[in-house]
């Protein structure tokens, strides 16, 4: 018999855990048989000790079979962030790479620590839905090509409590915890093939090159050891990604990037992972691929897909609030914009309410940012740098400016992918 004290001392005394005694601290905290405070102590053991592989492996079987594990019958191609700042590519390329006939049951997550959650932002759209069956999602599949859920209950329960859990807990940067996350629910949804956008920089999750490569290592060795062709694409994100940070905002602009009118850098990722996703798919050229998406984004047939999904998902697109108390933050400086650090920019998004900083906040969808500058782009002093989107929580424009670096001379642009590891 297991004892959940002795699990932690071992986790803490840098022991490896046994298949054994990881189910029963994993199934024991979703069967309510340990407290949150001891799964705290262990998964903060995990965040200090690490896991080998066997022990990363082990833990993602036992989430991925904690709940029904799917079997679709159709191919799909399934995309996942690890989280970033502003990161609504999601939205758009669920409905781009449907309308161009790639089958998409995307199951998403909810804000994580700084970053934003795609379920999250959807529900900003009035009476979005995002709790559905697993019959209503294949149906809804078969009828549209497409359909973006949250975390079903009966799918990786496991993953849905501890993730909960970490998001208030400190315990979400680790790679262990983070790879058995992602790929459990990745494998447990019944993807046939998966591509993951794995951030790097000040506002990722893996702030630094090694740590993700080492992520995407094991992820990518967790998929083929369960018969998934799987691909991570390592991408910048030391600045925001887009222009808009917090719900409502994101939902928007991913609205006029399906409409032909995104932001450069939100733009050419879309364009990357669905080239990728259509060349999987289709097993069509790359060259080929990105021409489509490319003629996709100017034809605007991914928009009508959106418009379709949030019909069939029971929203309103022509209600989507957001919030009329404004400020401008304006430049103390003129030159060019150096860094925009994502991470101070993420938490003052939580600050305004965009996130949750407890269990059961209740998230404010109508806040946030609008950044008029990105790095590279030049600056007059008085310009304004950011429209602050606030209600009863502010923030300061001191606290706004110590996000931005500047410089005198020229910046290049930063570059948007650096890796990709199959
Ligand atoms: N996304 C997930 O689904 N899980 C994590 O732990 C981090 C990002």
């Given amino acids: 018999m297991y004892d959940i004290l002795e699990i932690i001392e071992k986790k803490n005394n840098q022991?490896?855990?046994?298949?054994?005694?990881?189910?029963?601290?994993?199934?024991?905290?979703?069967?309510n048989e340990i407290s949150d405070d001891d799964m705290t102590l262990l998964l903060k053991a995990i965040m200090i000790n690490g896991m080998s592989d066997k022990e990363i492996i082990d833990l993602t079987d036992i989430m991925l079979h904690?709940?029904?594990?799917?079997?679709?019958?159709?191919?799909?191609?399934?995309?996942?962030?690890?989280?970033?700042?502003?990161?609504k590519t999601t939205i758009?390329?669920?409905?781009?790479?449907?309308?161009?006939?790639?089958?998409?049951?995307?199951?998403?997550?909810?804000?994580?620590?700084?970053?934003?959650?795609?379920?999250?932002?959807?529900?900003?759209?009035?009476?979005?839905?995002?709790?559905?069956?697993?019959?209503e999602v294949q149906d809804q599949v078969d009828d549209i090509g497409v359909a973006i859920v949250g975390q079903m209950n009966n799918l990786c329960p496991a993953d849905k409590k501890i993730y909960a859990l970490r998001d208030v807990t400190g315990t979400v940067k680790s790679i262990p915890l983070i790879a058995s996350s992602i790929m459990s629910k990745k494998l447990a949804s019944g993807a046939s093939k998966i591509v993951i956008d794995l951030k790097v920089g000040n506002g990722a999750l893996m702030t630094n090159m090694e740590d993700a490569k080492e992520l995407a290592r094991i992820m990518v060795k967790i998929g083929h050891l369960n018969g998934k062709d799987t691909i991570c694409v390592l991408t910048n994100m030391d600045e925001p990604l887009g222009n808009a940070v917090g719900n409502s905002l994101e939902v928007i602009e991913s609205i006029e990037t399906l409409?032909?009118?995104?932001?450069?850098?939100?733009?050419d990722l879309v364009i990357n992972f669905g080239s990728l996703m259509l060349s999987l798919d289709k097993n069509m050229a790359m060259e080929d691929a990105i021409e489509y998406m490319e003629n996709a984004l100017k034809t605007g047939v991914g928009y009508e897909k959106f418009k379709e999904l949030v019909k069939f998902q029971h929203g309103d697109i022509n209600d989507i609030k957001v919030s009329s108390r404004t400020k401008e933050v304006l430049s103390s400086e003129s030159g060019y914009i150096k860094s925009i650090n994502a991470l101070k920019i993420g938490e003052l998004a939580r600050k305004l309410g965009a996130g949750r900083l407890k269990k059961d906040d209740v998230i404010d969808s109508t806040v946030g940012f609008v950044l008029h500058?990105?790095?590279?782009?030049?600056?007059?002093?008085?310009?304004?740098?950011?429209?602050?989107?606030?209600?009863?929580?502010?923030?300061?424009?001191?606290?706004?400016l110590s996000c931005f670096e500047f410089s005198k001379s020229v910046v290049s642009k930063p570059i948007l992918i650096y890796e990709i590891i199959r």
């Fill in 66 to 87: 904690s709940g029904e594990v799917l079997e679709l019958d159709f191919d799909s191609v399934d995309k996942h962030s690890t989280g970033g700042v502003g990161d």
């Fill in 15 to 31: 022991g490896a855990l046994n298949k054994g005694e990881i189910d029963y601290a994993v199934m024991g905290y979703v069967n």
């Fill in 373 to 400: 500058k990105k790095v590279s782009d030049k600056v007059e002093v008085g310009e304004s740098l950011v429209t602050v989107y606030y209600n009863d929580k502010e923030v300061t424009d001191e606290e706004i």
């Fill in 92 to 135: 758009v390329l669920a409905p781009l790479v449907a309308a161009l006939g790639v089958k998409v049951a995307k199951m998403s997550g909810r804000s994580l620590g700084h970053t934003g959650g795609t379920i999250d932002k959807l529900e900003s759209i009035s009476g979005f839905q995002t709790k559905m069956t697993l019959e």
């Fill in 259 to 267: 409409k032909g009118n995104g932001p450069s850098d939100l733009n």
